[in-house]
Nanobody
Framework: QVQLAESGGDSVQSGGSLKLSCVVS????????LGWFRQVPGVERERVAA???????RYVDSVQGRFTISQDSGKNMLYLQMSDLKPEDTAMYYC??????????????????????WGQGTQVDVSS
């Protein structure tokens, strides 16, 4: 069974940096894609970044150049390095695994699809 657990969320000032981590266990057979979503109360969950098994990445425009997604396959870890944080980055950040998805599919499949597995989330607060 796929399980994900995030850590690293914190309160920081604008311009600061944080690194989120996610332990991934129970990896499925076949193709999958890992990534991060974020959500602010009352707003639709938003894709932030994704990485496929070959290391290809994709970012939402608002974080391009500031965030870096990476994975350590040997340790079953997923990371999100966040730099130059802005107040609009404040959100609950969720680690996700999209089973049987490639990168384009992870980026376009609605987040409510059953193929997504989720962590419990880690809160990031950025003050101005």
């Amino acid at each position: 069974q796929v399980q994900l657990a995030e850590s690293g969320g914190d309160s920081v000032q604008s311009g600061g940096s944080l690194k989120l981590s996610c332990v991934v266990s129970g990896l499925p057979f076949g193709d999958y894609c890992l990534g991060w979503f974020r959500q602010v109360p009352g707003v639709e969950r938003e894709r932030v970044a994704a990485i496929d098994r070959d290391g290809r990445t994709r970012y939402v425009d608002s974080v391009q150049g500031r965030f870096t997604i990476s994975q350590d396959s040997g340790k079953n870890m997923l990371y999100l390095q966040m730099s130059d944080l802005k107040p609009e980055d404040t959100a609950m950040y969720y680690c996700t695994l999209g089973a049987r998805m490639d990168l384009p599919e992870w980026w376009t499949t609605h987040w409510t699809a059953k193929a997504y597995y989720w962590g419990q989330g880690t809160q990031v607060d950025v003050s101005s």
